[in-house]
């Protein structure tokens, strides 16, 4: 059997990771001219990390990452809402990681290459059509300028090519652009003096308006970490389509930024002048698509933010790309034919990433955040006369069951 897939993101790279551990082999197009470590911080969830691990890369990703330890939710005046414990701290047999997007690309993508060697790895390789008929799938690639410049025929393609995926673009003509719900997102990292443990991470903010701030790295001093932050304002109604593409990832003024800060008390990390002294931070829209009815359509199917695109709630994206990509691998390997396993991993993982797109929409394990707000918009005396500790945790809690990632005493990982 021959994969061919489409985007050399993390869940593009980390499926062609899974697939070469059964012997399943594949071939990986890319349309940017090389695989670059962009972006800024994410957190990858302890049943994503188990995955990677059990391919071999935990020391590697332990070199470049921040074991997150806490994750404190605050409201906007700095008090205290809720305080979760994460990863190895919250009991979960593998490390919850913060890290930047980039360094845990680079990472899956030089395993990538050990394994199946470079010459698997096509950049510069746009989709520009495929396909398929009863023994296969044929699709070709074209560059920048247009030309052909690749047909490439596989048993199936899979479709990891982001939110602007040409692929689901090809199944679901008629979608449309992605949903935007009118909040703008503002990220940057800077080197910066450790607060509170120098592994933990902040969430605070209302309704209306949220601060993260969490390292990713070591610091250039012992005193110091590579610091990730992220604000999130409500800038439109949520009716508006989204900014054009090409303004999805363009540097932010800090005329506009500043302002929103502003309504924040962070009481461990000055959130202005950390902001204030980063050079450069990016600006994005906050996007994500409804559901689908089904991701397989024959020999071809869909992974990641081409399957289920969601709102940056709860630490998820990346982190369910991974899990599709054991899912698809294991189905793979098990079923007497591509189609009826497409079918199977389809029918595993739709379900439940839909949910999660549905709960990001209403705020995820953060809702908790809000619903104080929306109690005690002023602050408050004693948190457990706004909303108990029993409704809190049930809106946090009830979110990491739907996600995948609640700690269950007594689980053994499966390694794949």
């Given at each position: 059997?021959?994969?061919?897939?489409?985007?050399?993101?993390?869940?593009?790279?980390?499926?062609?990771?899974?697939?070469?551990?059964?012997?399943?082999?594949?071939?990986?197009?890319?349309?940017?001219?090389?695989?670059?470590?962009?972006?800024?911080?994410?957190?990858?969830?302890?049943?994503?990390?188990?995955?990677?691990?059990?391919?071999?890369?935990?020391?590697?990703?332990?070199?470049?990452?921040?074991?997150?330890?806490?994750?404190?939710?605050?409201?906007?005046?700095?008090?205290?809402?809720?305080?979760?414990?994460?990863?190895?701290?919250?009991?979960?047999?593998?490390?919850?990681?913060?890290?930047?997007?980039?360094?845990?690309?680079?990472?899956?993508?030089?395993?990538?290459?050990?394994?199946?060697?470079?010459?698997?790895?096509?950049?510069?390789?746009?989709?520009?059509?495929?396909?398929?008929?009863?023994?296969?799938?044929?699709?070709?690639?074209?560059?920048?300028?247009?030309?052909?410049?690749?047909?490439?025929?596989?048993?199936?393609?899979?479709?990891?090519?982001?939110?602007?995926?040409?692929?689901?673009?090809?199944?679901?003509?008629?979608?449309?652009?992605?949903?935007?719900?009118?909040?703008?997102?503002?990220?940057?990292?800077?080197?910066?003096?450790?607060?509170?443990?120098?592994?933990?991470?902040?969430?605070?903010?209302?309704?209306?308006?949220?601060?993260?701030?969490?390292?990713?790295?070591?610091?250039?001093?012992?005193?110091?970490?590579?610091?990730?932050?992220?604000?999130?304002?409500?800038?439109?109604?949520?009716?508006?389509?989204?900014?054009?593409?090409?303004?999805?990832?363009?540097?932010?003024?800090?005329?506009?930024?500043?302002?929103?800060v502003a309504r924040f008390s962070v009481p461990y990390v000055d959130v202005p002048n950390l902001i204030s002294a980063t050079p450069e931070f990016y600006e994005y829209p906050t996007c994500d698509r409804d559901p689908l009815p089904y991701w397989s359509s024959g020999r071809v199917t869909l992974l990641g933010d081409a399957a289920h695109p969601m709102y940056p709630v709860g630490s998820n994206g990346a982190s369910q790309a991974i899990l599709d990509a054991r899912c698809l691998a294991d189905a793979l390997a098990r079923s007497e034919h591509p189609r009826q396993a497409l079918m199977i991993y389809e029918q595993k993982r739709l379900p439940m990433t839909a949910e999660i797109v549905r709960s990001n929409r209403?705020?995820?394990?953060?809702?908790?955040?809000?619903?104080?707000?929306?109690?005690?918009?002023?602050?408050?005396?004693?948190?457990?006369?706004?909303?108990?500790?029993?409704?809190?945790?049930?809106?946090?809690?009830?979110?990491?069951?739907?996600?995948?990632?609640?700690?269950?005493?007594?689980?053994?990982?499966?390694?794949?």
């Amino acid at each position: 059997m021959k994969a061919i897939i489409v985007g050399g993101g993390i869940g593009g790279l980390t499926t062609a990771l899974m697939l070469r551990a059964r012997g399943i082999g594949c071939e990986l197009f890319e349309q940017a001219d090389s695989i670059r470590e962009l972006g800024v911080g994410i957190n990858t969830l302890p049943h994503a990390i188990r995955e990677l691990a059990g391919l071999g890369l935990l020391q590697k990703l332990d070199d470049v990452a921040i074991r997150t330890d806490v994750l404190y939710y605050l409201n906007r005046h700095g008090q205290e809402v809720w305080r979760d414990p994460r990863g190895i701290d919250a009991g979960h047999d593998v490390p919850q990681f913060s890290i930047h997007r980039g360094r845990l690309q680079s990472v899956i993508h030089q395993a990538v290459e050990e394994r199946l060697g470079k010459e698997a790895i096509h950049t510069g390789c746009r989709l520009g059509a495929f396909t398929q008929d009863e023994g296969g799938v044929t699709a070709h690639f074209f560059d920048r300028s247009g030309s052909h410049i690749k047909t490439v025929r596989g048993d199936i393609l899979i479709g990891a090519d982001g939110i602007h995926s040409r692929v689901r673009d090809t199944l679901f003509p008629n979608e449309g652009p992605p949903c935007w719900n009118g909040l703008m997102l503002w990220r940057g990292a800077r080197d910066w003096p450790a607060f509170l443990t120098g592994r933990s991470m902040i969430v605070a903010g209302g309704l209306n308006a949220k601060v993260v701030v969490y390292p990713i790295a070591e610091g250039s001093s012992p005193a110091s970490r590579l610091t990730n932050w992220a604000v999130l304002v409500k800038v439109g109604d949520g009716n508006a389509p989204p900014p054009r593409r090409e303004d999805w990832s363009r540097p932010g003024k800090r005329e506009e930024l500043m302002p929103h800060v502003a309504r924040f008390s962070v009481p461990y990390v000055d959130v202005p002048n950390l902001i204030s002294a980063t050079p450069e931070f990016y600006e994005y829209p906050t996007c994500d698509r409804d559901p689908l009815p089904y991701w397989s359509s024959g020999r071809v199917t869909l992974l990641g933010d081409a399957a289920h695109p969601m709102y940056p709630v709860g630490s998820n994206g990346a982190s369910q790309a991974i899990l599709d990509a054991r899912c698809l691998a294991d189905a793979l390997a098990r079923s007497e034919h591509p189609r009826q396993a497409l079918m199977i991993y389809e029918q595993k993982r739709l379900p439940m990433t839909a949910e999660i797109v549905r709960s990001n929409r209403r705020g995820g394990p953060e809702g908790v955040i809000d619903a104080v707000e929306q109690l005690a918009p002023d602050g408050f005396d004693n948190i457990d006369h706004v909303l108990s500790y029993a409704q809190r945790e049930a809106i946090v809690r009830g979110y990491a069951s739907k996600a995948g990632f609640a700690t269950v005493p007594g689980l053994a990982a499966v390694r794949a």
